[in-house]
């Protein structure tokens, strides 16, 4: 077992970051601290996250092969509807969000809420893997809705979803007090929240599932066109999967598996960055053609259902690589992620969606509730499809990076549909190119969008020229949270932030 004299955490707010810095000092291990974090980012980054969302983390706890063990728990979000016909149409409308170079059109209300799983999920990561007493682990979130300083980036945010986060009289009283909307550095509280959260360690969520609190937000939804019902609730489950596995550059790669889709594609993606050979130097011409040209492909395979294990596998069997390397020759949303590595050596990789949030806050918690089934990349076959009770599928792709036994990488990132080109621009960047891990994060970043390259300022004009031949391109003023959020640590080493998303590191410096 490697132990470590630091421990390290990244995540997208200085205050969630220091929350899991003390549960480390405190004695706690990864797992705790990824806890307290998820907490923590669910009253400070309440425009990215909230215990009325869904989410994934990817867990290693300490040892070598067979001694340690991968966990990917699954909390994402269900399609709700159990128990309940609909007659009228859902509570359910759009709003577009506007990120400085592409707008991007999300669908609110209480129509769009999903049944939320971050609530049990962080509770039962805790129950299994940590080992703090869980009032200990919540302090510091309590602490923060008891009343903390909006920083400028969380002020930001809350300007683009200025329509959602006042839809209702509560929400105008949390963000809109005396009818002026929230600005960056005034002090936001809120004391439901932090009531909420004082209960939970006897409570143990029972109340917000099959409680008191499952009964309003039902009796919310019958009264207010929302499809969410108690029996959804009551019936939610965490689920802990094994994590899809695949190998590149000499390393192994363990990340999501179905329901999300992210996983095989960042797998996909780079399975056939494998095949390409050397690549072109970072940043040319060659370089920003051929990264187009392997986003185009994938996209393309993506369409053709090349997006499970299964699927992968039978295309890595045959010879759907060398066919799609030629091509790619020829050719020539809210989320946030946490990282942890504790001095044992433990690991956790974290990534919670709000989605945009539904305008719906949960009667008596200061929780609002998440809009993922109006967003229409976790929807491919239309809105309100899916029978009730399914998990919803997902982009987001909690990641691990293994150099033989040894864990060289924890990584991951919010983006909504951006989630895979980021990981994926990084972890070329670090393995093919031999780039440092900050400048890799903070380079800038291009995304295919299936119309047009969406390209971040700071690449050579002569590169653009290159790659504007083939593709038409919409150049960015500004390095955007569009883009993603990359934040990731070196066990025992470092960490970086990605600080499109706020980014923040803490790093516990710890005896052996």
Not at 431 to 449: A, F, N, T
């Amino acid at each position: 077992m490697t132990e470590y004299t630091r421990a390290i955490v990244a995540t997208g707010h200085q205050l969630v970051s220091k929350a899991a810095a003390d549960i480390l000092k405190a004695g706690g291990n990864a797992f705790d601290a990824a806890v307290a974090a998820g907490f923590a980012g669910a009253v400070a980054e309440q425009t990215l996250t909230s215990l009325g969302g869904g989410g994934f983390l990817l867990a290693r706890t300490a040892g070598k092969s067979t001694a340690a063990q991968e966990i990917f728990f699954d909390f994402f979000v269900d399609t709700p509807g159990l128990g309940r016909s609909f007659a009228d149409e859902p509570h359910f409308f759009p709003v577009k969000v506007d990120f400085g170079g592409s707008t991007q059109e999300f669908n609110v209300g209480l129509g769009s809420v999903a049944v939320p799983g971050i609530l049990k999920g962080l509770l039962h990561v805790h129950r299994r893997l940590g080992k703090m007493p869980l009032a200990e682990v919540l302090q510091p979130a309590v602490e923060l809705a008891g009343g903390h300083e909006l920083n400028e980036f969380q002020a930001g945010f809350l300007q683009l979803l200025h329509p959602i986060m006042t839809m209702t009289e509560y929400g105008r009283s949390l963000y809109e007090p005396g009818g002026r909307y929230m600005q960056a550095h005034e002090i936001l509280a809120n004391p439901d929240m932090a009531a909420f959260l004082l209960e939970l360690p006897g409570d143990r969520g029972d109340n917000f599932y099959q409680g008191d609190i499952a009964r309003r937000i039902d009796q919310d939804m019958q009264n207010g066109g929302g499809l969410l019902t108690y029996a959804d609730l009551s019936g939610y489950r965490v689920i802990e999967r094994k994590p899809l596995k695949s190998l590149f550059k000499g390393r192994t790669l363990f990340t999501a598996p179905p329901p999300s889709m992210g996983g095989s594609l960042i797998a996909l993606s780079l399975a056939l960055l494998d095949h390409m050979g050397k690549p072109p130097v970072w940043g040319s011409g060659d370089h920003l053609v051929r990264t187009t040209a392997l986003m185009q492909e994938v996209e393309l395979l993506r369409k053709k259902g090349v997006c499970t294990p299964a699927s992968l596998e039978r295309f890595l069997a045959g010879d759907g690589v060398s066919a799609s390397t030629e091509h790619i020759r020829l050719f020539s949303r809210g989320t946030t992620h946490i990282s942890v590595a504790d001095k044992e050596g433990n690991v956790a990789s974290m990534t919670c969606s709000n989605g945009e949030g539904s305008g719906y806050f949960a009667p008596g918690t200061g929780i609002m509730l998440n809009n993922m089934m109006g967003e229409d990349d976790l929807h491919p076959d239309g809105f309100h499809c899916a029978p009730a009770g399914e998990r919803v599928g997902s982009m987001m792709s909690p990641s691990l990076l293994l150099k033989g036994d040894e864990v060289e990488l924890v990584i991951g990132s919010g983006g909504s549909k951006r989630i895979r080109t980021a990981i994926v621009q990084v972890l070329s960047q670090i393995l093919e190119h031999g780039r440092p891990h900050r400048l890799s994060v903070e380079s800038p970043r291009v995304h295919w969008d299936g119309d047009c390259l969406q390209v971040e300022p700071g690449f050579a004009e002569e590169a653009l020229a290159a790659v504007g031949k083939k593709v038409p391109l919409n150049r960015w003023r500004q390095q955007s949270m569009y883009f993603g959020g990359v934040h990731l640590v070196v066990p025992g080493s470092l960490g970086v932030g990605d600080p499109r998303r706020g980014g923040s590191v803490a790093v516990v410096d710890l005896q052996p």
